[in-house]
């Protein structure tokens, strides 16, 4: 199975720029569904938990956790068009009350109530940007669950390894808890 590093997003992210043109997180890349509902379900997301999907892309993880796991999700996302796309299907869904979209710069959010927050980012992105931000932010007991790329600084609770995605990828997801 081929990995594509070099096309990873962050959850389905589009976040070309943060703060210019040369401050990349991650490329646009959708996460396989198959693989939206393994992150969850390894982050042991509960009914009623607040969780947040950094950098979402078309809405699918925060689309899945509310309709399917009953959570208060929240999708964070640059790209102003991925976000419309978003909050279009989470209105046709009828899911508004536990589905929320913002338009932001993931970088600029307030994690602190987050009891889930999961990610599919760059490796610099993860080492030198979000994890000092969730270091300081995440309440005790909050999971992070990342997609390929794993936190250096952080040891994982749980590794698993999906040989097939169903469309011929291999991944790996990494569970951390604070």
């Given at each position: 199975m081929r990995k594509f590093g070099w096309i990873v997003?962050?959850?389905?992210?589009?976040?070309?720029?943060?703060?210019?043109?040369?401050?990349?997180?991650?490329p646009y890349y959708?996460?396989?569904?198959?693989?939206?509902?393994?992150?969850?379900?390894?982050?042991?997301?509960?009914?009623?938990?607040?969780?947040?999907?950094l950098g979402s892309g078309d809405?699918?993880?925060?689309?899945?956790a509310a309709q399917k796991f009953h959570a208060d999700a929240t999708g964070v996302e640059l790209d102003r068009d991925l976000c419309t796309q978003s909050l279009a299907k989470i209105r046709k869904l009828g899911l508004?009350?536990?589905a929320h979209i913002l338009n932001g710069d993931l970088l600029k959010q307030n994690y602190?109530?987050?009891?889930?927050?999961t990610?599919?980012?760059?490796?610099?992105?993860?080492?030198n940007k979000v994890q000092p931000l969730l270091d300081q932010q995440l309440k005790k007991g909050a999971?992070?669950?990342?997609?390929?790329?794993?936190?250096?600084?952080w040891t994982p609770e749980k590794v698993e390894n999906i040989a097939d995605d169903g469309e011929g990828r291999s991944h790996t997801l990494y569970l951390y808890r604070k």
């Open positions: 997003g962050l959850c389905c992210a589009s976040l070309f720029a943060q703060t210019g043109a040369d401050d990349k997180l991650a959708p996460t396989p569904a198959t693989i939206v509902e393994k992150m969850l379900q390894l982050g042991g997301l509960k009914a009623g938990e607040k969780m947040f999907d809405g699918r993880i925060v689309i899945l508004e009350k536990n602190s109530s987050a009891d889930l927050i990610v599919y980012l760059l490796p610099d992105s993860i080492d999971r992070v669950v990342a997609h390929d790329f794993e936190f250096k600084n």
